[in-house]
Nanobody
Framework: QVQLVESGGGSVQSGGSLTLSCAFS????????MGWFRQSPRHEREGVGT???????RYADSVKDRFTISRDEVKKTLYLQMNSLRPDDTAMYYC??????????????????WGQGTQVTVSS
């Protein structure tokens, strides 16, 4: 059984920083894709960043050079360091795992396992 538990969300002013964590357990292996996604009201869920088993990362254009995704296989934790936050980053953030693919795309439909989410609110 796969379990993903996010933490680290909160409220921050524009320009601030937050680090999200996702503790994972179960059948998630180091070679599998993992990623961060977000969803705000009236918007579809969108990919923020992904990381593969070799540490290669992929980011949405809107967060490039501001967000950094990383994973610690010993601690079984996925991270999202978010800097220079903007009000349009406000959303529920989810971590997810794709047990099948090796190319880690930003498409939510590719990911089978999801956490419950953690809310990030950025005020201007």
């Amino acid at each position: 059984q796969v379990q993903l538990v996010e933490s680290g969300g909160g409220s921050v002013q524009s320009g601030g920083s937050l680090t999200l964590s996702c503790a994972f357990s179960g059948n998630i292996y180091s070679r599998q894709c993992m990623g961060w996604f977000r969803q705000s009201p009236r918007h579809e869920r969108e990919g923020v960043g992904t990381i593969d088993g070799d540490g290669r990362t992929r980011y949405a254009d809107s967060v490039k050079d501001r967000f950094t995704i990383s994973r610690d296989e010993v601690k079984k934790t996925l991270y999202l360091q978010m800097n220079s936050l903007r009000p349009d980053d406000t959303a529920m953030y989810y971590c997810a795992a794709d047990p099948v693919r090796r190319i880690c795309e930003l498409r939510p439909a590719n990911y089978n396992y999801w956490g419950q989410g953690t809310q990030v609110t950025v005020s201007s």
